[in-house]
Each structure stands twice: as C-alpha cells, then as structure tokens.
C-alpha cells in the first residue's frame, strides 16, 4: 500500500512539473499579436491541423519525439564508434528529423513553418532540409561512407546556422570567432 501511494504522488509532481513547465513554455512561445485582427489563412490553417490538442498533449508530444530523436542520434554516434557510417548517417538523419517535429508540437506546425521560413533562416532551413533529404538519398542509393559523412558535415554547419539565429547575435558571433581563428 506504501508504494502505491508513493508511486502514486511521483505522478502527481510529475503532472505539476510538467503542467508548470507547459506554462512557461506558453508564456515563451505566446504570440504578442493585436488580439483584435482579422484572422489570416495561417490562422485558419493553423486551427484546422490540431484542433483537439491540449496543450498538455503537446508537451507530452514534444518529449517524445526530443527524447526519441536523442536516443536516435545517440545509437548513431555509437554504430559509428563500431565503423558503421551508413547506419550511423541513417539513425543520426533519423534522429534530426524526429527532434525537429518535436518542437512542432511545442508552438504548432503552422507557426514552426513561419518560424524556420523568416527572413532571418531561409536560407539555413532551406540548406538543411536539403542535407537531410540528401543524406538519406546518398544512404538509400550508394551508401558510400565519404559522401554520408560529407553530408553529415553539411546538415550539421545548416543545423548550427539555422540554430545561431534564434540566438541575439549568434551569427555575428560566430563569424567573428572564425575571422580570429582563421587570421582574417
């Protein structure tokens, strides 16, 4: 009986915690438009693609697929410690694409197809949906270890780019880092 109850208010925190972290993701992730607007085709969209998911659903949702996708690239980086590039290339590939629908769940897959289209990364999604789309096909097709790693190399500076600019200054950053490093 002592352990059920215990078990039993391990789920109850564990509820709260991620009730609480939902919050915070909300107040993240809150739009900060006019409230009193027409509403667009995105919004139409948007409420059209899951308009029956709460959003404890989609924190729920978004764990998944993170901790899925993690586990993935993390089985990656272990065939390739056993010299299996191909399978390394796929499960890390793999494990991207998954990690990149969980933030989905988090703001909505219409405002996640705003967010990676913005000026400011169009150019970084474009080149790292490309990568991966390509790093799949070099898989599929030759499996040859040199161009699975060239395309890893490729879909990680994209993913990293792409990355750097939610960050304020990221980019300029980093630019700067490499001027130092290569002497320019």
Same mark, same amino acid.
């Given at each position: 009986r002592r352990v059920h109850g215990d078990v039993t208010g391990c789920f109850r925190r564990f509820k709260s915690l991620m009730q609480?972290?939902?919050?915070? %993701?909300? *107040?993240?992730?809150?739009?900060?438009?006019?409230?009193?607007?027409?509403?667009? #085709?995105?919004d139409e969209m948007e409420s059209n693609v899951c308009p029956s998911v709460s959003k404890e659903q989609r924190l729920y949702g978004f764990v998944f697929c993170f +901790? /899925? @996708? $993690?586990?993935?690239? +993390?089985? @990656?980086? %272990?065939?390739?410690? /056993?010299?299996? #590039?191909?399978? $390394?290339? $796929?499960?890390?590939?793999?494990g991207n694409i998954i990690s990149l629908f969980s933030s989905g769940f988090l703001v909505g897959p219409i405002q996640q197809l705003k967010n990676m289209c913005h000026e400011k990364r169009r150019w970084a999604t *474009?080149?790292?949906? /490309?990568?991966?789309?390509?790093?799949?096909? %070099? #898989? /599929?097709?030759?499996?040859?270890?040199?161009? +699975? #790693?060239?395309?890893i190399a490729v879909q990680w500076c994209s993913l990293m780019w792409y990355l750097l600019s939610y960050i304020p200054y990221g980019r300029r950053i980093l630019r700067s880092c490499c001027a130092v490093v290569c002497g320019l």
């Amino acid at each position: 009986r002592r352990v059920h109850g215990d078990v039993t208010g391990c789920f109850r925190r564990f509820k709260s915690l991620m009730q609480d972290s939902l919050e915070t %993701v909300r *107040i993240l992730f809150s739009r900060r438009d006019n409230p009193i607007r027409e509403p667009t #085709i995105w919004d139409e969209m948007e409420s059209n693609v899951c308009p029956s998911v709460s959003k404890e659903q989609r924190l729920y949702g978004f764990v998944f697929c993170f +901790c /899925l @996708g $993690f586990t993935m690239t +993390c089985a @990656g980086y %272990v065939a390739l410690l /056993l010299h299996r #590039i191909t399978t $390394f290339a $796929f499960l890390y590939t793999s494990g991207n694409i998954i990690s990149l629908f969980s933030s989905g769940f988090l703001v909505g897959p219409i405002q996640q197809l705003k967010n990676m289209c913005h000026e400011k990364r169009r150019w970084a999604t *474009i080149t790292y949906l /490309l990568a991966l789309a390509s790093t799949l096909m %070099v #898989i /599929l097709m030759t499996s040859e270890p040199a161009w +699975c #790693i060239l395309m890893i190399a490729v879909q990680w500076c994209s993913l990293m780019w792409y990355l750097l600019s939610y960050i304020p200054y990221g980019r300029r950053i980093l630019r700067s880092c490499c001027a130092v490093v290569c002497g320019l």
